[in-house]
């Protein structure tokens, strides 16, 4: 596991040099992504540390993005929560309920839980109205 630590990419930093800070929400959602999708976490300690002694999983315990493992590996699962962090600009808010998502493209309204309701709403509108005008 280590090895493969090694060959992941570094860290991204901001232009002062700082790392990435997670609001509380976020770091929440990220903790609960690494309980439930880490494959290096165990019950609070993180085997890639492990030297004989167990070791606390820095990531859970901080506010900061400190871990390669957890960037590159764990938060990719999370499109949204890694667009909140990193990509400010690259979230969209859906204009039904005000969640954040990441879009598809760039003419995406609707995050994916609201988009299917919405268009199917608006298919039926459309439909209603196209057998309203047919004469028969």
Known sequence: MENNLKKLPPLE???DGSLHRMTPAQRKRANALIRRECCSYDSGNCI???DGDTC????TISFSVCCKHFRWAVLPLDRTLEAEIFRDKD??????CRKAFVPGSNRAKYCPDCAASVHRRQKAESERKRRASVDN
């Open 13 to 15: 930093r901001k232009p």
């Open 91 to 96: 979230a969209k808010r859906c204009i039904v």
């Open 56 to 59: 606390i999983c820095p990531q």
């Open 48 to 50: 890639v540390l492990d």
